[in-house]
Structure formats: C-alpha cells, structure tokens
C-alpha cells in the first residue's frame, strides 16, 4: 500500500550510542522533512529536503545528520545520542514545493535514550 | 518573526456541545494555514486548509475554519463536539520551502 513509513516504531538506547530513524515514502514525493514533537512545543523541523542530494536545516538541527541519496529515503541519523533528543520523530513528505501543498505524516517513531 | 499561536493548551467540551479551538498567526503576508488532528499515538491527519480562496474552509469530520485576516486568527470549530474527537490539535503555516511551523497545541477533551 502506498504512503509514507518510518521504521523503527520505537526505539530504546543509550546516551553517546549512533541511531539512524529511517523514512520511506512511496509517492515519489520531491520533498521530505523531519520532525520532532515534545511536549508545550508541539512539531519542531529538524531538516528537510527539497531532492534526492538537496538537504538543508530547519529549526533544531543540531546533534543530527540526514542523508538523501534516493528520492524515496530520507534517514535521520543521532551521531551520538544525548537525553535532550528522547522524542517522537515523525517524517513528512508532499509532492513539490508549493506553499499550500498538504504534507503527509509518517505514523512516527518514539525514541527513548538512556 | 512569522508564528503561530494556539491560546489554550487544553479544552474540554461535552459531548454535541460545539467546540472552539483558537489559533492566531503572526506573517506579513497571506499564508498557507492548515489544522491537523493527532490521535493518542498515531501521526498526523490533515483536517483542513487554507490557501487564500474561501475564507471559510471546511474540513473532514464536521470540522471547519474561518480565515480573518482583520483579526489574524484561524479558529477551528465544530458544531457538535463527538467522543472520537478527544485528540491533539495543531495550527501550522507554511513559510519558506513549504516548512511547516506549528503552534503548541490543544488537547480537546469530550466528556459525556
């Protein structure tokens, strides 16, 4: 079935270790973006991608790294994992550019570090 | 700064009483305006949006929102609240590539 995933849906670790939260959308969708929800700040970018080798940051890039080598994946990689970054990550995705387009939500990933 | 703001992080209604959840924004320009729905521990569900046609927008699920620009707000409202409509809300914009910017948040809580 079409749509967007990510993987895993949850996740436990450990402060200093690497983990990589992927993204998968099958609609071929130019742009993609990473998210974090924490409670009293509601969905916060991390970074997006406008193509496949086109990423740039958003509000709270740091401690992260993305990654868009095809235009379908778009990983998000803690290079080293801290307490602060324990949330929930959702991807999204739309078709182009266009300030009205509507993006769809990946089902998202809950991250618990120790 | 362009933002948006969600005056009240929790709301509770009964349930076929209506229901008001505010949103304002702040641009110097018409944005893009949208209200998503999220369920306890799913993703998030476009409502509605709006795009600078109809002020008046409407959406799934009853809901509907009206764009008025003389007072910046973007209030979401449902005639009758239901139990299936206890979830999160978020108001979000569109700035610069399509980023989204999103309010806090407002919890609806339907009792019976």
């Known amino acids: 079935d079409a749509g967007i995933t990510q993987s895993p849906r949850y996740k436990i670790t450990e402060t200093g270790r690497q983990v990589t939260l992927m993204c998968h959308q099958t609609?071929?969708?130019?742009?993609m973006f990473w998210y974090r929800q924490d409670l009293g700040h509601g969905l916060r970018l991390i970074y997006y991608?406008?193509?496949?080798?086109?990423?740039d940051k958003g509000e709270v890039p740091d401690g992260y790294v993305v990654s868009r080598s095809k235009t379908e994946n778009f990983p998000l990689t803690l290079e080293s994992a801290t307490r602060s970054q324990t949330s929930v990550y959702f991807c999204?995705?739309?078709?182009?550019?266009?300030?009205?387009?509507?993006?769809?939500f990946g089902p998202g990933t809950r991250l618990t570090v120790l | 700064a362009q933002s948006v703001t969600q005056l009240d992080s929790h709301v509770s209604v009964s349930e076929g009483t209506p229901v008001l959840l505010r949103c304002n924004y702040s641009s110097s320009y018409s944005p893009s305006l949208f209200w998503y729905v999220q369920h306890p521990n799913k993703g998030l569900q476009l409502l509605l949006k709006?795009?600078?046609?109809?002020?008046l927008v409407k959406g799934i699920n009853g809901f509907e929102a009206e764009f008025k620009k003389s007072e910046t707000s973007f209030h979401l409202t449902k005639p009758s609240a239901h139990m299936s409509d206890a979830a999160e809300y978020f108001c979000?914009?569109?700035?610069?590539?399509?980023?989204?910017?999103f309010g806090t948040g407002t919890r609806l809580q339907v009792t019976l």
């Open positions: 991608s406008a193509a496949a080798d086109i990423t």
């Open positions: 979000a914009y569109t700035g610069t590539a399509s980023k989204l910017t």
């Open positions: 999204a995705s739309i078709p182009t550019g266009g300030g009205s387009d509507t993006q769809y």
């Open positions: 609609w071929s969708h130019s742009y």
């Open positions: 709006y795009t600078s046609a109809a002020t």
